[in-house]
């Protein structure tokens, strides 16, 4: 018996060795585990269940079939899949990489799970693939839905497969990688149609394309249209599905290049879109960044400067200070605010009036190029007397300048709102400073010494502003000086004030205007030329104890004839009751800045010397001509005469 036994352990040795040689060292998968499936529901009820902002969890078996549309396997994800049905699509977040495959077609049991939102992007959260998926089958194809931009940019097609047509990298793009491998960093590509709409391409640093070249050139591609916040971000897959085989197409070719100076001699009122084929290239001299700007840009080339208006927040990251771009003009929109020319996209109703509104967001790639960085452009020197609309829109730098006594231990701005200071140079003429109560500067206390501010020059009615871009361009720490005060002022508020009105010949006279918040006003044209001699004339202004005496005038000229026919009297003898004509000696002052008779504009004279009269008594006198053959009209908003005291 136990012969046997033994003969039969022996005979069965070699069959067991031959199927110990068989036998895998690995275990086999276990025995499938059996994943309810429940109530099933489409991707479109899961969004029905959890409108926007909300969680939902679920409590028992329900299900969701649908096709992975995208893995993680090239790296362009991260524990994640992208998965469609017929309804939709949706991102599902996954607990561990890996398990899920492009093609897979399976149902994911939701209990316990939650949907929700982030960034305002729907996902199905925490999935764990061996317990709450069950597959079906694999390599099932989906087919990408042909899209345009625009109808990205509406979210109806969020975390589905999409093909786009026509499409391109944006000209700064085409020299980059799909994103920083070297450093792991996302890559952030705008994708543009040959109707300027764009969207972002964003690209993981760790997928397996991440090191190579954006392909330069026009085609299609299919991709994710995932989303994060308010933008579309689409997600490749693999390069294989970007198929750029046409060439390029830049959106600049056919334009003719026209300076500023050129562009805004084109706006004559209102909102004009501009239907010349032309573009302007010029250099970002001040940005968003500090936030004392928003939503807009200042540009300036060698011509003058202009505001660039753009519906997009923090500009600075496509377009610092430095950049150089091309704008096209063409189908942009020229406005004014406040009589500044600005250069915008759109137009739009602000309390009961047209507003200029800015390039949409999405069509910046349409409308402005990057060609470099990194270029300098130095600040203009001007003084207080020297500014003017020709300088509006540049970077200037002024020197000798502090802020008023008024506003020491004040803060940049108010918390409350946009907030005006006072600049005054050491004669004491005047600028405001006006700042942003969202600039990051807007607590900081004002300097309180003497030295340079760096500026950008605008304008508001007829009011001068300089625009701080950041406190790196001021430099108040010196010596403050001792202004000059003025003495003798007349704004002509509501009447000729303190001036008294002579009329030689003619029946045209010296009289109040409410132009620059109240000015003196003549014109001989009445119906036609007419020949007039009218004299404006101040009461006696007493310089004793007076030095260093100078007068500022501000004036505006059109239909200039002569400055011959406008001249500036002074005289130390005249006996203040008489015809100007009949009494005194009167001289001529000469050598002031004064406005070029063809516009409406005013401008400072700046420091007229008035010293030789100093201890004198005055009289300062307005001498208006006119004729037949031409009449001027000569407006007169300020008389200030100032000085040092003796006393």
């Known amino acids: 018996m136990k012969i046997r036994r033994l003969q039969s352990l022996l005979l069965g040795l070699p069959l067991a060795i031959v199927l110990a040689g068989c036998i895998d060292d690995q275990f086999g998968p276990p025995s499938p585990r059996e994943i309810p499936i429940g109530t099933p529901l489409t991707i479109f009820q899961l969004r029905q269940l959890c409108p926007p902002g909300n969680v939902h969890t679920f409590k028992g078996d329900t299900s969701v079939f649908a096709v992975v549309t995208m893995d993680d396997k090239s790296g362009n994800i991260y524990k994640e899949a992208y998965i469609g049905d017929a309804t939709g699509g949706v991102v599902v977040r996954l607990k561990s990489p890996g398990g899920l495959y492009q093609g897979d077609s399976m149902y994911i049991n939701l209990n316990g799970i939650s949907i929700k939102y982030y960034r305002k992007l729907f996902q199905i959260d925490s999935v764990d693939v061996d317990r709450n998926i069950k597959k079906i089958s694999t390599l099932k194809p989906t087919t990408p839905k042909t899209v345009t931009i625009p109808e990205l940019n509406t979210f109806d097609y969020e975390s589905q497969l999409i093909r786009l047509e026509n499409v391109q990298f944006v000209k700064s793009d085409t020299s980059k990688t799909w994103a920083d491998a070297e450093h792991q960093e996302y890559g952030e590509l705008t994708l543009m149609d040959n109707m300027g709409n ?277 430099d108040l720490t010196g010596e403050r000086c001792t202004l000059v005060e003025p003495f003798f002022v007349e704004n002509f508020t509501s009447n000729l004030g303190q001036f008294k009105e002579y009329s030689i010949t003619g029946a045209q006279k010296w009289q109040w205007q409410s132009y620059d918040s109240g000015c003196a006003y003549i014109s001989g044209f009445q119906g036609g030329n007419k020949e007039n001699e009218d004299w404006l004339v101040s009461p006696a202004i007493d310089l004793e104890d007076k030095v260093d005496v100078r007068m500022n005038i501000r004036e505006a000229i059109n239909f200039i004839t002569s400055y011959s026919d406008l001249k500036v009297m002074v005289s130390n003898n005249y006996d203040g009751v008489s015809q100007p004509t009949e009494s005194g000696t009167w001289v001529e002052l000469t050598g002031f800045n004064r406005p070029p008779g063809n516009g409406w504009t005013f401008v400072d004279s700046g420091n007229i010397d008035l010293s030789q009269y100093d201890g004198q008594n005055i009289y300062v006198a307005f001498k208006y001509t006119s004729s037949t053959s031409g009449a001027a009209t000569w407006e007169v908003g300020k008389v200030v005469l100032s000085g040092l005291s003796l006393k």
């Open 198 to 474: 764009a969207v972002m391409v964003r690209t993981s640093g760790y997928a397996k394309f991440a090191s190579e070249k954006v392909p330069r050139g026009q085609g299609s591609l299919i991709a994710i249209a995932g989303r994060y916040d308010d933008k579309v971000q689409l997600i490749i897959r693999r390069t294989s599905e970007v198929n750029f085989d046409n060439p390029w197409w830049d959106p600049f070719d056919g334009l003719t290049k026209i300076t500023i100076a050129q562009l805004k001699q084109k706006y004559t009122g209102g909102f004009p879109t501009i239907h010349d084929p032309n573009y302007i290239e010029a250099v970002v001299v001040a940005d968003d960044e500090s936030g004392n700007y928003y939503k807009n840009l200042v540009i300036q080339d060698e011509t003058t400067g202009i505001d660039l208006k753009i519906d997009a927040k923090d500009l600075y990251k496509q377009f610092p200070v430095g950049a150089r771009i091309k704008v096209r003009v063409k189908d942009l929109i020229l406005g004014a605010y406040g009589g500044l020319v600005q250069l915008g996209g759109s137009v739009y109703q602000s309390g009961g009036f047209d507003r200029l509104g800015g390039i949409e967001e999405g069509a910046i790639p349409a409308y402005i190029q990057l060609v470099s960085l990194g270029n300098e452009i130095e600040p203009t020197p001007i003084g207080l007397v020297g500014i003017n609309d020709q300088n509006l829109g540049k970077l200037i730098v002024l020197n000798g300048v502090q802020f008023d006594n008024s506003e020491l231990g004040k803060p940049w701005a108010e918390n409350s709102a946009t907030t005006n200071r006072t600049l005054t140079d050491c004669d004491g003429h005047q600028i405001v400073v006006r700042t942003s109560n969202f600039a990051d500067f807007h607590e900081e206390l004002l300097p309180e010494g003497n030295g340079t501010m760096i500026a950008i020059l605008s304008k508001y009615l007829t009011t001068y502003q300089l625009y701080v871009r950041n406190l790196d361009d001021v």
